[in-house]
């Protein structure tokens, strides 16, 4: 019997790079092979002689010509990641994990929550729901990073904007404080009222609403927290976990938290499962 | 178990002579004066079966600590595959039902080229345990000391011959080609494996109900101070999970010369350990040991029960014999059954 190697990475050319900010940025790559996926699924990126790391694809399949990953400089693989430059191949494998539940969002108001590089897995999310603008109701966007030079993806946004979003930036001190909760600061309370501050100003109907939430695992939990205690149903609150990973498929056990694994269970969960399953 | 068949004790050496010219054979064997290991057999009558359970298990054999996945260069990638036909002889009834389980977990939705082509070119010949170890507690998981299926070529001890059951078209071509050396079994060869069995089942010295243990949890009954005061007696040596047969957590690593030839590897990794989930930006899920050992509990008793219907756990008790701390599977399945008890 032939096995198909579900670890061998799938060589990608990269065509592009831009930077984003000073440590981030954005790549776009050719796979050799064509590559579908869909909106909150991930690939592994790998690069031989360094090591893999779980990315996910900000770009949408059918609109964007390549495959776009949004990488931050933070460890050994994305260090490597970033010396590189156009022409050179990456390996990539996947795409992994289950996608943003949307469908069963239809007819009804969207929030979506970014923190920093959060924006990064729902941009195609986001691309979709303005595609598909009619069968929704209102939407909104709320984004917040620490430094207003940190804000990416400004041309969607735009685009996003004329297309009818409402956005919500927040980049001065009340974001700064909304992304320094968690850091075991006993005073969280106060700072999550702030959070609310910001969760307040959409337009929308929070009783019949989806969220969905990413960013830095000290934000996604207050948030969702307070989008909860706001009137939103738990199962409507959505949001993409991270995890160290190995192999992508269920296999090395690093993503494995109380019953589940991250990378074939996840990454998507909705505020009910992360409750269920305590994974904060 | 209709048509077990009868194989003489002294032509055991012979059959597994025979066997050994086809692939290599690989038994338990006494490592200097100590520990039994599985390693490949010079002499067949080094075989050691009366004897405790090996060290470490046999999961090796199958998902080595070491293993090469890929030689890489500029130039080219190729994928390193192990296709050595072993026969592997005297595993025990429970390290059988956790290979069994094994092939389970990793041809779960996606298939692991390397696990099953060690796998496809493996026959196992387990022995049912007469003489369980103080440590075992397979009887009450029904992974031991006799199996119904699940195996090759199971054999059971009976005196001076051995009863054989094959469960598997591999196990019963082994025996086809050296029909002359078996015979059919007779009543009252039946009757002294009865025997044997229900003697053995009877010197377990452990019950352990993990069945018990798993509702008490899912009951949330156990509060996350029972994993704070377990964690202080926990060494986090990551013995348990590098003896368990059951437990299969790998970290994959690259490295090459500076020329860019190398290898890309995967090695045992344990989640007793601190950085096991740690992320970029120095994020770590699981910074505190009492929700390490939570989640090695919960994905042997509740992860493995809700996808396989079995426990993570075949009741080998080797982690009994290796944990320092005294809080193995038996020891706190055991505190958490009994504690329900003594509540009420």
Not at chain 2, 58 to 65: D, I
Not at chain 2, 201 to 223: D, W
């Amino acid at each position: 019997m032939k096995i198909k190697d579900i670890y061998l990475p799938l060589d990608a050319e990269i065509v592009e790079v831009t930077d984003m900010t000073p440590d981030i940025k954005l790549f776009k790559v050719k796979p050799e092979r064509q590559f579908q996926y869909k909106p909150g699924q991930f690939i592994m990126a790998s690069l031989w002689g360094k090591g893999e790391v779980p990315i996910s694809i900000t770009s949408t399949y059918g609109i964007h010509e390549y495959i776009e990953l949004c990488i931050r400089r933070t460890g050994y693989v994305t260090s490597a990641l970033h010396l590189l430059k156009p022409s050179i191949k990456i390996g990539i494998r996947g795409p992994f994990g289950n996608i943003f539940p949307i469908t069963n969002a239809r007819g009804k108001d969207i929030l979506f929550v970014a923190g920093g590089l959060g924006l990064a897995p729902l941009r195609p999310l986001i691309t979709q729901v303005m595609n598909e603008k009619k069968t929704f109701k209102r939407i909104a966007l709320i984004c917040g990073s620490r430094d207003p030079r940190e804000i990416l993806f400004k041309d969607d946004i735009d685009s996003w904007q004329k297309k009818g979003l409402q956005l919500i930036l927040g980049v001065r001190k009340g974001l700064q404080l909304l992304l320094t909760i968690g850091k075991k600061d006993k005073s969280l309370q106060g700072k999550v009222s702030l959070d609310k501050e910001y969760l307040n100003k959409p337009k929308i109907s929070f009783t019949n609403a989806y969220a969905f939430v990413c960013g830095p695992p000290i934000m996604i939990n207050p948030t969702m927290n307070t989008l909860s205690t706001m009137g939103m149903d738990a199962n409507n609150i959505f949001t993409s976990l991270e995890a160290h990973m190995k192999c992508g498929v269920g296999k090395c056990g690093h993503c494995y938290i109380d019953g589940k694994y991250v990378c074939t269970d996840g990454p998507v969960f909705s505020f009910a499962e992360i409750k269920k399953y305590g994974f904060y | 178990m209709k048509n077990s068949l009868i194989l003489d004790k002294n032509y055991l050496s012979y059959w597994l002579r025979q066997l050994r010219k086809k692939m290599s054979l690989i038994a338990p064997v006494r490592a200097g004066n100590t520990d039994i290991v599985f390693k490949t057999v010079e002499n067949i009558h080094e075989i050691e079966l009366d004897c405790p359970a090996s060290m470490p298990s046999p999961k090796g054999l199958l998902f080595p600590q070491k293993e090469d996945m890929f030689k890489f260069s500029k130039e080219e990638i190729n994928i390193v595959r192990d296709n050595t036909r072993r026969l592997i002889f005297g595993v025990r009834s429970c390290d059988m039902s956790a290979v069994a389980l094994l092939d389970k977990f990793f041809s779960k939705d996606f298939v692991d080229g390397y696990y099953m082509s060690r796998r496809e070119n493996t026959i196992f010949i387990s022995i049912v345990c007469n003489n369980p170890d103080p440590t075992c507690f397979c009887v009450g998981l029904g992974t031991g000391p006799f199996l119904k299926s699940g195996f090759d070529i199971q054999l059971t001890d009976i005196g001076d011959r051995y009863m054989v059951e094959t469960d598997s078209k591999e196990g019963a071509a082994l025996i086809k080609e050296y029909h002359y050396l078996f015979s059919k079994a007779k009543r009252s060869d039946y009757e002294d494996q009865y025997e044997t069995i229900l003697s053995s089942q009877t010197r377990f010295e452990k019950r352990i109900n993990l069945e018990n243990a798993r509702q008490k949890i899912l009951s949330e009954r156990i509060s996350d101070a029972f994993w704070e005061w377990v964690s202080k007696k926990c060494f986090e040596c990551g013995g348990c999970v590098y003896e368990c047969p059951l437990c299969a957590c790998f970290n994959v690593l690259d490295r090459c010369d500076s020329e860019g030839n190398g290898i890309r590897f995967r090695i045992w990794d344990t989640c007793m350990f601190k950085g096991f989930t740690k992320m970029a930006g120095n994020i770590c899920p699981a910074e505190k040991k009492g929700t390490r050992i939570k989640r090695w509990y919960f994905h042997k008793l509740i992860y493995y029960p809700e996808q396989f219907g079995k426990f993570g756990c075949v009741g080998c008790g080797r982690c009994t014999i290796t944990c320092p701390g005294r809080i193995d599977m038996a020891t706190i399945a055991h505190r958490i059954d009994i504690g329900n008890r003594r509540r009420r």
